[in-house]
C-alpha cells in the first residue's frame, strides 16, 4: 500500500522518497460506518515547515505534537543527528514524555506499535526546581532569564507601560545607563537604578520599583546568559516548562529570548554550511531547528503586540532559510497572528466547532482547494484523534487519524472517578 506524504515537494519525493518523513497517522477513506483507514500519513521533517496545529480543547493538539517530537527521536542517527526539537510548555504537560505509553499497550499492538519513551530533557525555572522534584517530576536542567538581555521596550511591553510616558521614560533611562556599563545585571540593579534616577518624581519611581520588585520574588531572573548548548544537542529533545512562570507576559519575554537566540544562531551556522558546502563539505556544527510552542496565539495574537511578537514574525518570515521550523498549537487559530496563518504551509485540525475558527483556516486554503473546511471536518467518523490534514506542497487535503503515542501523555483532563471507584 501506498504512503501519503506531506509537506514534502515532487522533486523531493522523487530524490528520496519516504526518508526522513514521521510517522503520525493514517489516511481515512469513507463516510460514517463505512470509513475505514488505509494509507500512512507521514510528515516531512528535513525541510524547514510554518506547522499549524489546532482543535477545539481536548481533541488531541498536543497529543499530535508529541507525535511528532516522538517521530523525530525515532530517525536513524545520521538523520536525527541534523535536527534538534524545542518545545515551549505553557501548560506542563510535556514532561511525562519521558515514560512509556504502557495504558495504551493493546491499542499501540494494533498499529504495530510498542510503549516506549522519549529521551527528553527538561528545562525548568531555577527558582521553581523544587517544587517539580516535591510533584516527583524528573528535571534535568534549570533556566532563568537573563534581566540584562532584554530591552525596555521589552519590560514597557510586559508592564503595559507606555514607552513615553514618564515611567516609561524613566524604565528607559534605566535600562540605557545599565546596559552602557554591562549586560550581566540582574533585578536588583534595575531597582537600584531606578531608584537612585534623580530626574523622575518619586511616585514613578515607587511604580517601576513596585512592578520590579513583585517580579523579583517569582524566582526566575538571574544575570547569567541562557546557554543553548544542551538545547542544540544534535539530535536533542528539549522541553522547557514554563508553567510555572507568572502570567503571559513572563512566559513571552521568555519565549522572545529564545525565539531570538534560536534564530541568530541558526542564521550564523547557515552560513557556516553555505561556505563548507562550497567546499564540497556537508558538516553541520549547529543542527536544524524544530520550535513547536503550545498556546500559540498568547505568544503571537492577531490584536495585540506581547514581548514574543517580532521574535516569532521574524521566525515565520525569514525562518526557513536558516533551517527553523515553527509549530503553533492553538485552540483558537482566529486569535493566531495572520502572517502566522498566511506563512502555513502544513495544517494538522482536530475538531473546531467556531466560526471565526473556521473562517481562519479558509483564509490558509488557497484556490486549488474547492472543498469547504468545515464539511471537511464533520465529514471525520467520531473517533479519537481524528483530523484533517492540508499540505500547501501538493495541494491536497486528507481526512486522517493521528496515531497512539508510544510515550506517556499528561495532557487529558483530570476526572474525580478512581479507578477503584469505578463502577463494578
Not at 465529514?379 to 484533517?388: E, F, H, R, V
Given at each position: 500500500m501506498y504512503e501519503i506524504v506531506v509537506g514534502r515537494t515532487q522533486d523531493d519525493l522523487k530524490k528520496y522518497g519516504a526518508l526522513g518523513t514521521a510517522y503520525i497517522g493514517k489516511h481515512i477513506v469513507g463516510l460514517g460506518e463505512d470509513a475505514h483507514t488505509t494509507s500512512k500519513i507521514l510528515l516531512d521533517l528535513v525541510r524547514?515547515?510554518?506547522?499549524?496545529?489546532?482543535?477545539?480543547?481536548?481533541?488531541?493538539?498536543?497529543?499530535?505534537?508529541?507525535?511528532?517530537?516522538?517521530?523525530?527521536?525515532?530517525?536513524?542517527?545520521?538523520?536525527?543527528?541534523?535536527?534538534?526539537v524545542i518545545i515551549i510548555d505553557p501548560m506542563g504537560i510535556y514532561w511525562s514524555m519521558k515514560s512509556p505509553n504502557e495504558k495504551d499497550s493493546e491499542l499501540l499492538r494494533k498499529w504495530e506499535l510498542k510503549p516506549k519513551g522519549v529521551d527528553i530533557k527538561l528545562f525548568v525555572p531555577q527558582g521553581r526546581?523544587?517544587?517539580f522534584e516535591s510533584a516527583g517530576i524528573l528535571w534535568d536542567y534549570t533556566i532563568s532569564l537573563p534581566a540584562g538581555e532584554f530591552s525596555a521596550e521589552d519590560w514597557a511591553i510586559t508592564f503595559n507601560i507606555e514607552a513615553f510616558s514618564d515611567a516609561g521614560v524613566l524604565l528607559g533611562r534605566a535600562i540605557k545607563n545599565l546596559k552602557a556599563r554591562s549586560d550581566a545585571y540582574g533585578i536588583r540593579e534595575i531597582i537600584s537604578e531606578i531608584s537612585s534616577d534623580n530626574r523622575a518624581e518619586q511616585k514613578h519611581k515607587d511604580v517601576l520599583r513596585g512592578?520590579?520588585?513583585?517580579?523579583?520574588?517569582?524566582g526566575i531572573f538571574g544575570k547569567d546568559k541562557i546557554s543553548l548548548e544542551e538545547m542544540f544537542r544534535p539530535g536533542s529533545i528539549s522541553v522547557i516548562d514554563i508553567s510555572h512562570?507568572?502570567?503571559?507576559?513572563?512566559?513571552?519575554?521568555?519565549?522572545?529570548?529564545?525565539?531570538?537566540?534560536?534564530?541568530?544562531?541558526?542564521?550564523?551556522?547557515?552560513k557556516g554550511e553555505e561556505a563548507r558546502s562550497m567546499l564540497g563539505e556537508e558538516k553541520s556544527e549547529l543542527p536544524m531547528i524544530w520550535l513547536m510552542m503550545d498556546e500559540a496565539h498568547q505568544f503571537l495574537p492577531n490584536d495585540a503586540k506581547t514581548t514574543s511578537s517580532d521574535a516569532l514574525l521574524t521566525l515565520v518570515k525569514l525562518g526557513r532559510e536558516p533551517g527553523i521550523s515553527t509549530v503553533f498549537i492553538t485552540q483558537q487559530p482566529y486569535k493566531l497572528h495572520p502572517d502566522a496563518l498566511s506563512q502555513t504551509d502544513v495544517v494538522l485540525s482536530h475538531r473546531l466547532t467556531s466560526e471565526q475558527d473556521i473562517k481562519a483556516l479558509e483564509t490558509?486554503?488557497?484556490?486549488?482547494?474547492?472543498?469547504?473546511?468545515?464539511?471537511?471536518?464533520?465529514?471525520?467518523?467520531?473517533?479519537?484523534?481524528?483530523?484533517?490534514?492540508?499540505?500547501?506542497?501538493?495541494?491536497?487535503?486528507?481526512?486522517?487519524v493521528v496515531r497512539p503515542r508510544t510515550s506517556w501523555h499528561?495532557?487529558?483532563?483530570?476526572?474525580?472517578?478512581?479507578?477503584d471507584q469505578q463502577k463494578a
Open positions: 524547514p515547515h510554518v506547522m499549524l496545529i489546532c482543535g477545539k480543547r481536548g481533541s488531541g493538539k498536543s497529543y499530535s505534537a508529541g507525535v511528532i517530537a516522538e517521530e523525530v527521536a525515532n530517525l536513524p542517527e545520521e538523520l536525527r543527528k541534523n535536527l534538534a526546581a523544587a517544587e512592578l520590579f520588585e513583585n517580579i523579583e520574588g517569582w512562570y507568572e502570567g503571559w507576559a513572563t512566559k513571552n519575554l521568555f519565549v522572545s529570548l529564545i525565539s531570538k537566540k534560536i534564530y541568530q544562531a541558526r542564521l550564523t551556522a547557515r490558509v486554503m488557497q484556490t486549488y482547494l474547492l472543498s469547504n473546511i468545515q464539511r471537511s471536518i464533520d465529514d471525520l467518523p467520531k473517533w479519537k484523534g481524528t483530523a484533517i490534514i492540508l499540505d500547501d506542497n501538493s495541494e491536497k487535503l486528507y481526512g486522517m499528561a495532557g487529558g483532563s483530570p476526572i474525580a472517578i478512581k479507578n
